[in-house]
């Protein structure tokens, strides 16, 4: 199905796409200074196969604001960064406990929990060296930065873990498991098409734009990542399924049922896609991928 979503890109962006595996392979070789157990580790989770969505957002955003998305591949490889040290984290037995991600050994299941944690970490500066090395201008690289610095920090994405893990077991609130998912999904989706927008030399109103896109369709994300954990299939995803409901996680089904819960996102998607309208036509694969993202089976 990605594949018929990338038929809906410009050549450029299917072109840039196609390199980001190529690219994140590059940067994870390091050199001789890091230990080869680690190295190992790194390699192992960031270059799992993977739908590599977050990247493609910084490259359709680049794209949509008329720069050349080969452009933002370093900043679609930070990202991949960030989201894959998080993953790496979040399934450790003192979060998460997952012992399958895109259907292999989670990282502390391959290797041990130590290992998993320090090529998590490992991941973050890598991914801030890679941005900051590889936007075109020092003000873009500043900028960037600094977003991504934000968005993976304290207040958003860290902060909407805790928050997740603290909320897990509690009464069920639609205003707190939106207030996770805001700063968890919705954040990190936010910053990818930001730092497409960045190194296109967006204005300040495209980039609001693009935002506020990712913001919406990253919730609208969360409601089908929760569905797909109620009545996905295993095999097809690449992780165990039907935990969220034995463990009693905050979950949008949970709370809204499955009815109510496929139209929120319905709903949360045509408001994403109404946010690009001021973009044009450039935005169209970014419409397309709105749906794509609700409309998923893995």
Not at 90 to 97: F, I, R, S, T, V
Not at 148 to 171: P, R, S, Y
Not at 243 to 263: F, M, Q, W
Request: glycine share 10%; with cysteine.
């Amino acid at each position: 199905m990605l594949q018929q979503i990338l038929e809906l890109f410009s050549p450029e962006v299917r072109l840039a796409f196609g390199q980001v595996d190529q690219q994140l392979d590059t940067f994870s070789r390091l050199n001789s200074g890091c230990p080869e157990r680690l190295r190992e580790a790194i390699r192992y989770s960031l270059l799992a196969p993977g739908k590599r969505l977050r990247p493609l957002l910084v490259l359709a955003a680049c794209d949509a604001c008329g720069g050349l998305p080969s452009t933002a591949l370093p900043a679609a490889c930070a990202v991949e960064m960030i989201h894959t040290y998080s993953l790496v984290h979040d399934d450790l037995p003192a979060m998460d406990d997952d012992e399958l991600r895109r259907g292999r050994p989670t990282c502390h299941i391959q290797f041990d929990e130590a290992t998993a944690i320090l090529a998590g970490d490992a991941l973050i500066p890598l991914a801030f060296q890679v941005l900051a090395e590889g936007m075109a201008t020092a003000e873009q690289a500043r900028r960037a930065v600094l977003a991504l610095a934000l968005a993976a920090g304290a207040t958003e994405l860290v902060g909407g873990q805790v928050d997740d893990l603290g909320h897990q077991f509690g009464e069920p609130s639609l205003e707190i498991l939106e207030s996770i998912h805001l700063r968890k999904t919705a954040a990190m989706m936010a910053v990818s098409l930001k730092l497409g927008g960045l190194a296109a030399g967006a204005g300040d109103e495209a980039l609001s734009a693009l935002e506020n896109y990712g913001k919406k369709l990253g919730l609208a994300f969360q409601i089908a990542d929760d569905l797909l954990d109620l009545r996905g299939e295993q095999a097809r995803i690449g992780k165990k399924t039907g935990k969220d409901e034995v463990r009693g996680k905050l979950t949008y089904p949970g709370i809204l049922g499955v009815e109510r819960s496929v139209a929120l996102a319905g709903q949360l998607v045509e408001e994403a896609r109404r946010e690009l309208s001021g973009l044009g036509q450039r935005a169209a694969g970014l419409q397309q991928l709105a749906k794509f993202f609700v409309e998923r089976t893995y």
